[in-house]
Structure formats: structure tokens, C-alpha cells
């Protein structure tokens, strides 16, 4: 199994450009499901993750190109992909593809709005709490849908002539249930009206793609969505927004290491909670026109408290980087996290390179050390594994980061991107 190996201490120094989002293009690809034309893709990044959802898109009938090299960018652009549902052939989403990724379980919608039927396992995905599903089953069934749970599948129908619109008030602020109601409204009869929807960038990316194929939906980046059902939606163009979460993992890796970093495409509305929490460490970050830069330059970092919350706020997504910066801190800082009931798996892993953490309950309080030293390391899941990373490029000596199989789930080419920058970081096959 391929590992990480780093040799911490180097300061970060040039460019790194930032792929398309994965969280945007996941439901965008998905939202391909809606129409028997074409959706054409742009920015989509090259990720476990995404060739994951493809081998389970293909076997709804779903065809597949990746567009071959164009002359004038250079190889780190993103892939142009083209989608395209002419006919919906199987309507089971089956164990052995949903498993490994919560996100396929989103199909759902799609299916149901289009096919009026589908049968969707129930889905796995990064251990980091219980994730249930029981929103959207709330959502599908105002909807008209009706759902079974069999032998470890949904088993959800629409009422004869579609599904048909409601008004949905979600409990709490959840992503994936607000996409998956978000695209199954689009082909319903009537006006459906989403309280408390999530309103994250990659909902809003999703939802200007959707008004792209012909949806109608009012309020796009509120907590309230407005989608007027329509007959059919026609094929687009689309590009995948900038990923939030890289950007904000490679911002506080320069911000760990020490240097002067341009994160290329990134764009600070879509993390400006993070660039704050990074600002009052004492990390400078300014938007440039061609992105992001970040800059630190000896001094300490301070302690800084945070919460993780829905967007706007401190992103559940950035909780474990931020934590391997704040064991370097000088002082004390309290990390709640507020989304997820289990998502301090990196903890014990950190304590390996030498940090202090203690954890009660939802805090997490990290006290600063003047020096981490290099581990033998594993990674959990997605962001537990990038937190391990960032600890490995300010430790003494050699750090292993073992089972990065994670990783590759997320993050594109983050060994050459590092290492671009100056990191001393490869991959040990
Ligand atoms: N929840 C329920 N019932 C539901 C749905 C969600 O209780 O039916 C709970 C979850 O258990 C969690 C909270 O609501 O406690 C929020 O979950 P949400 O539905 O917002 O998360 P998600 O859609 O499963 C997406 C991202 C996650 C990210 C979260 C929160 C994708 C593909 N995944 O997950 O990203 O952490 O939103 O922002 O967009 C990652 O990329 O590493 C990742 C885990």
C-alpha cells in the first residue's frame, strides 16, 4: 500500500494551483442523472473519488469521456468531462459501489425525480460519526416518495405522475440532503421550498448548473430555496467552482511550515471564516488576482478558539489541519467540533509526532509545543490524513504517513504539489 514519507523542517515557497472542488463535482456529476442530454464539465479534478462515482453513473446507463490534452494550458488544469444519461438502464445503486463513498447514495434524487423509482444501499464513506440518512428519507417523503428500507437498501417510489413539491424544513443544516432535494425538486410538479437549506458554495455551484440545464430556483446561496418544478431539464456547460477545503489544508500547511505561498484560483469568500481564524494566528494572507497568497516568516503563532459550523463558518472540513497547526501554537486553543459526533481520529495520531491534545466530549484542547518530532503515522480518513501531512512538514526527522489510500480519495497530486514548493515529500509505492 503506497505510503507518504516527508522529512519535515523546509519552509513552502511558490505556486500551487488549487483543482475543482470535489464536494461540487461529486453532485454535479450526479446531476447528469436529470437529463438525456449532455452535461459537459470543466475543473473536474482527477480524485479517487470521482473515478469512483463514475463506475457507479456508468451503471445507471450514464456515458462517460474525459476530453484528451488541449494545447494551450499546461497538464495541471482540470479534466474536461462530458456526462450524458440518455437513458436510465438500472436504477439500483448496489452495495459494492456505494460503500466506499457516502456521496453515491445522492443518486437517489436524481432517480426518483427522473425514473420515479430507485433502489439505493445504504451508504458508507469516511468513518467520522453516524451520518444516518434519515433527512433525506424526510424530504423524499414530502415529496410523495415512498420508502422501504430492504435488506440494507432504500427502496423509494414516486406517486403516480412524479414526484411532487412541498415545503421541506430541515431540522438541521445538512449538505448532502440539501442536494439531493435540490435536484429532485427540479422535475417535480409544483413549487418546493427548502428551509434552513445548507449554503455552502458547492450547493450554490450545484444549483447555478441546475438553472444552466433549465431549472427555476429562487434564493441560490440563502438558507432558502425556492425551485418551481419543470417538465425536463436540457444538457449545459458547467464549471467546478475552486476547492474551498485544499485551499484552506495547503494555507495552513504554508501557514505550518513558515514561507510565502500562492494558492492559484483560490478565492477568499469561500473560506473566509478560516482566513480569519488564519489571520488572528498572526499567518498574513491577502487576495491576489490570480489567488490566495499566505506568508509566514518566523514568528509564533498565537492560540486561536474555534468552532466548526455550517457555512459561513469555520468549516468541520478544515477542523483537523487546523489542529495540527494550533499543537505548534504559543498557547492554548480550544477546537470544538460541533458537526460531527467522531472526528477527532487525528488526535492519537498527533500525539505520535508529540503534541499535546486532550479531548472531552465535543472540545478538543490543544496545547502548544515548541517542537514536533517526526512519526511513524496513520490516516483514518480524508482530512484526518492531510492533518498528519501538515504536522510532517514542521516535525524534526522523517515522518510515514501510512495508508494514504484517503488521500488520493481528495487531494489531488498533493506530493507534487508540495514538493514543488520546496517540501521534501514523496510517495513510497
Ligand atoms: N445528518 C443527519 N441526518 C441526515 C443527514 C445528515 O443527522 O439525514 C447529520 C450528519 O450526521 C452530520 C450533519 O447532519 O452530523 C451534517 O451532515 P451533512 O449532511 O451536512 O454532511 P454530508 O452531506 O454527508 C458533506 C461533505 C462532507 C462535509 C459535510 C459537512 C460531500 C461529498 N461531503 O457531507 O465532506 O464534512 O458535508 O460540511 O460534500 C469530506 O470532504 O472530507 C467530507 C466529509
Known amino acids: 500500500m503506497d505510503r507518504i514519507r516527508l522529512i519535515g523542517g523546509n519552509q513552502l515557497r511558490g505556486e500551487i ?7 461540487a463535482a461529486l453532485p454535479l456529476m450526479i446531476a447528469s442523472l436529470l437529463t438525456k442530454e449532455p452535461l459537459i464539465l470543466e475543473n473536474v479534478p482527477r480524485l479517487a473519488d470521482v473515478k469512483q462515482l463514475e463506475r457507479i453513473l456508468e451503471n445507471h446507463g450514464v456515458d462517460i469521456a474525459a476530453h484528451g490534452r488541449r494545447a494551450a ?4 488544469d482540470g479534466q474536461r468531462m462530458t456526462f450524458q444519461a440518455a437513458e436510465i438502464v438500472d436504477t439500483t445503486a448496489p452495495y459494492e459501489l456505494v460503500s466506499t463513498m457516502r456521496a453515491s447514495f445522492w443518486v437517489i434524487g436524481p432517480l426518483l425525480a427522473r425514473a420515479h423509482e430507485a433502489r439505493v444501499s445504504l451508504p458508507g464513506g469516511c468513518a467520522i460519526g453516524t451520518r444516518p440518512v434519515d433527512l433525506f428519507l424526510y424530504g423524499l417523503k414530502e415529496l410523495g416518495a415512498e420508502i422501504d428500507i430492504d435488506e440494507g437498501y432504500v427502496v423509494a417510489r414516486a406517486p403516480k405522475g412524479g414526484l411532487r413539491g412541498a415545503r421541506i424544513s430541515f ?3 445538512t449538505v448532502g440532503a440539501t442536494h439531493v432535494i435540490m435536484m429532485a425538486a427540479t422535475l417535480a410538479r409544483g413549487t418546493t421550498v427548502i428551509e434552513n437549506a445548507a449554503m455552502e458554495p458547492e450547493i450554490t455551484n450545484v444549483a447555478e448548473c441546475l438553472v444552466a440545464m433549465g431549472a427555476r430556483i429562487d434564493g441560490i ?4 430555496l425556492t425551485i418551481e418544478g419543470v417538465d425536463e431539464l436540457h444538457g449545459a456547460t458547467h464549471e467546478v467552482l475552486p476547492d474551498r477545503i485544499e485551499t484552506g489544508t495547503y494555507a495552513m500547511a504554508a501557514a505550518m511550515a513558515g514561507g510565502n505561498v500562492l494558492l492559484r484560483n483560490a478565492r477568499a469568500e469561500h473560506l473566509q471564516a478560516a482566513l480569519d481564524v488564519l489571520g488572528q494566528s498572526g499567518v498574513h494572507v491577502s487576495q491576489e488576482d490570480a489567488g490566495l497568497r499566505i506568508q509566514r516568516n518566523g514568528n509564533g503563532l498565537q492560540a486561536v478558539h474555534i468552532e466548526t459550523q455550517p457555512f459561513p463558518g469555520f468549516p468541520t472540513d478544515l ?3 487546523f489542529m495540527a497547526l494550533m499543537t505548534m501554537s504559543d498557547g492554548v486553543s480550544q477546537i470544538r467540533e460541533t458537526i460531527f459526533e467522531n472526528r477527532y481520529m487525528h488526535v492519537a495520531e498527533l500525539a505520535r509526532f508529540g503534541a499535546d491534545i486532550k479531548v472531552e466530549g ?3 484542547t490543544v496545547v502548544g509545543v515548541p517542537e514536533l518530532k517526526g512519526a511513524q503515522v496513520m490516516a483514518t480518513d480524508l482530512r484526518a490524513s492531510v492533518s498528519l501531512v501538515i504536522a510532517g512538514l514542521a516535525a524534526r526527522g522523517e515522518t510515514m504517513v501510512n495508508r494514504i489510500y484517503h488521500l488520493d480519495r481528495g487531494f489531488e497530486r ?16
Open 17 to 23: 494551483p488549487i483543482s475543482g472542488a470535489k464536494n
Open 73 to 76: 494550458p499546461s497538464h495541471i
Open 171 to 173: 431540522p438541521k443544516v
Open 221 to 224: 446561496g440563502t438558507r432558502t
Open 319 to 321: 477542523q483537523a489541519q
Open 362 to 364: 465535543q472540545v478538543a
Open 414 to 429: 498533493l506530493e507534487d504539489k508540495l514538493s514543488r514548493c520546496g517540501a521534501e515529500i514523496e510517495r513510497v509505492v
